[in-house]
């Protein structure tokens, strides 16, 4: 035992009772299959670093992860305007746009949907209500409350008129808003920062529980840098 799973002897009782809580059927296929060991290394890295983040980032940009995440396949599923989704790139992005280490974790957290919604706080009886705090007039998912929201739209609104002085024929549309604009270039590299920024303001102001305003977003701007 402790050389197959790292337990020390005296834990025999907690490890007989964990394996008699197993159904059958799922032993059998184990048995068949093979366990996998890689959740263990990858368990033993995280434990090991103190950039949690950065970690699981690097993994995902390698290619690391087998399966498709199920963040992936959510976004791919609710963004019907992106045919091929590099998640490479995507994962990318934010390492080479921001520099502040907390809102390069935001977009990891952003991509991964582990965002804290009002519908997911409600669900944990951590919140009174599943609807957007913002406007209080439906469910708050992710999509909802970084998109569909009116405050929101009206927020991505005005700073895409903003860089429509700045870049003619200019449409902001909601996959640009999830992932960024790819590929990462130079020339767009201030269009991606700000989204990020953008994403970054609006989880902040939520967290306050005030309502975002562009003006607000542009003090904010010039504090940031
Ligand atoms: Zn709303």
Redesign the pocket.
């Known amino acids: 035992m402790q050389f197959l799973y790292g337990l020390h002897d005296c834990e025999f009782l907690k490890y007989h009772q964990l394996i008699k809580v197993i159904p059958k059927t799922i032993k059998e296929t184990l048995s068949k299959e093979g366990i996998c060991r890689e959740p263990i290394d990858l368990l033993l890295n995280v434990k090991k670093t103190k950039y949690v983040t950065k970690l699981l980032n690097s993994l995902q940009i390698k290619g690391n992860c087998k399966n498709k995440r199920s963040s992936e396949s959510k976004w791919e599923n609710d963004v019907a305007e992106t045919n091929t989704v590099n998640w490479k790139d995507i994962y990318t992005l934010p390492l080479t746009t921001v520099y502040d280490a907390s809102w390069k974790t935001y977009q990891y957290k952003f991509l991964n949907r582990i965002i804290p919604t009002n519908k997911y706080l409600y669900r944990c009886k951590i919140k009174e209500s599943s609807v ?1 705090g ?2 209080h ?2 469910i ?1 998912t992710i999509e ?2 970084f998109w569909e ?4 739209q009206n927020l991505w609104n005005q700073l895409e008129n903003f860089i429509k002085t700045k870049v003619t024929c200019f449409t902001l549309k909601k996959h640009i808003v999830i992932f960024g604009i790819l590929p990462h270039t130079f020339q767009n590299s201030w269009l991606n920062y700000l989204n990020i920024l953008m994403k970054y303001f609006i989880f902040n102001m939520k967290c306050r529980g005030i309502r975002p305003l562009y003006s607000t977003f542009k003090n904010v701007l010039i504090r940031w840098n």
Not at 149 to 152: D, G, N, P, R
Request: hydrophobic share 25%; glycine share 0%; with cysteine.
């Open positions: 957007c913002f406007c007039c439906h708050e909802y409350s929201c009116a405050t929101i």
